[in-house]
């Protein structure tokens, strides 16, 4: 973690940027992620016990962690509708993925699903401050998502990019409930 220091949005994400890279350079990824995993599985089984339950996940970028095979659970993944609109579609293996504008692996379909009727959403970033405040690429896709979401917020990232550091936020920012990665659960006390 950094020093506790207010940075700018654009200052914190080159900053992390680094952080991740370094980080990733020396640790083996596959068996962090691994880690990551662990932690998640055994908090989301705590809570809904072996429930069928179909949450929101992410297809990781090469500095996320990969959570997308967790025993147990079934997923809708984002999709990018428009510059600020992103959805979550169930995964239809019939149908497949696509690949978007920015490489990013999407659902194919239509099935889309209200956040709300998702019990849980695990968050990708760049990082989380400590208070649960989410640092994105910038678009604020999961911002627009998430901004009346009502249940379990879950940030997912490598334990460097869990900062003391605070950012300018802004009011359109989304807060996680909890904050998981390959060495601690973080929840959130806002």
């Given at each position: 973690?950094?020093?506790?220091d207010?940075?700018?949005?654009s200052d914190?994400?080159?900053?992390?940027?680094v952080?991740?890279s370094?980080?990733?350079?020396?640790n083996?990824?596959?068996l962090?992620?691994?880690?990551?995993?662990?932690?998640?599985?055994?908090?989301?089984h705590?809570?809904y016990?072996q429930?069928?339950v179909?949450g929101a996940?992410f297809?990781?970028?090469?500095?996320?962690?990969?959570?997308n095979s967790?025993?147990?659970?079934?997923?809708?993944?984002p999709?990018?509708e428009?510059d600020s609109?992103m959805?979550f579609?169930?995964?239809?293996?019939?149908?497949?993925w696509?690949?978007?504008?920015?490489g990013?692996?999407e659902?194919?379909?239509?099935?889309?699903l209200k956040p709300?009727?998702?019990?849980f959403?695990l968050?990708?970033?760049?990082?989380?401050?400590?208070d649960g405040h989410r640092?994105g690429?910038?678009?604020g896709?999961?911002d627009?998502?998430?901004?009346?979401?009502?249940h379990?917020?879950i940030?997912?990232c490598?334990s460097?990019?869990?900062?003391n550091?605070?950012w300018?936020s802004?009011?359109?920012?989304?807060?996680?409930d909890?904050?998981?990665?390959?060495?601690f659960i973080?929840?959130?006390?806002r």
């Open positions: 973690m950094l020093s506790s207010v940075m700018s949005k914190c994400r080159a900053h992390l940027k952080k991740i370094n980080f990733l350079n020396q083996n990824k596959a962090v992620d691994q880690q990551v995993c662990s932690y998640l599985s055994s908090f989301l705590q809570i016990l429930k069928p179909v996940s297809l990781p970028m090469v500095s996320e962690p990969a959570v967790l025993d147990g659970f079934q997923f809708a993944y999709k990018i428009s609109k959805n579609l169930a995964f239809d293996a019939k149908l497949g696509q690949i978007n504008e920015w990013i692996k659902p194919v379909g239509q099935d889309f709300n009727e998702l019990p959403v968050v990708p970033a760049l990082g989380f401050s400590q640092l690429h910038g678009k896709y999961y627009f998502a998430l901004k009346d979401y009502s379990l917020k940030g997912v490598y460097v990019q869990v900062m550091d605070t300018l802004e009011s359109h920012d989304v807060s996680m909890y904050i998981i990665t390959e060495k973080l929840e959130v006390n």
